[in-house]
Every structure is written in C-alpha cells, then in structure tokens.
C-alpha cells in the first residue's frame, strides 16, 4: 500500500511540474524610434530577436545570455525587466 501510495504522489509532483512550467520569462522592452535586434543564447542554439520600436517582448524563459546593440552581453535568468532607451540598455 505504500508504494502504491508513494507512486500516486510522485507522479501527481512530475505531473504538475511539467503542466506548471517555467513561471518567469525576461521582458525587453524598446523604447527607441527604430527596431532593435538582440541575440539570444539558451543553450547552443543562437536566434536574433527583433524588436519593433514601442514593442515589449518576453522570452528566456529557463535562462540564457543575451547580446544587445551596443555589442553588450549578460546572462539572464529569466524575471528581468529590460529596457532599451536612447540606445542604452537598462536592466531592473
């Protein structure tokens, strides 16, 4: 009976993980005139997101590095709030 019981809450835990997901993804906002192309690393795969002037978008979701305009890299975790403004990036 244990074990069967032991087998029903671990698959109930792995079930729920899986549906919950990540719960966080980083958001770039683009506050400039003109678009703005960042790249994006999560693991080996690269892929440049290109963001429309006044578009916010969110991506990141289990972390990654990100390479932005002005040839700056950092490594997000996935929560942030990113802005860039005046070509300048900010990150709260």
Partial sequence: MNKFAFV???STIVA???VAGPAFAA???NSDASAQTVVVT?????T????AAGDTVEFC???CFVTFPNGDREAL???ESIEIKGGKVSIK
């Fill in 61 to 63: 979701s289990s972390g």
């Fill in 16 to 18: 729920g993980t899986i």
């Fill in 27 to 29: 958001s770039l906002k």
């Fill in 8 to 10: 029903i809450l671990t």
């Fill in 77 to 79: 975790t996935g929560g």
């Fill in 42 to 46: 999560e693991g080996s795969s690269k």
């Fill in 48 to 51: 440049q997101l290109q963001v």
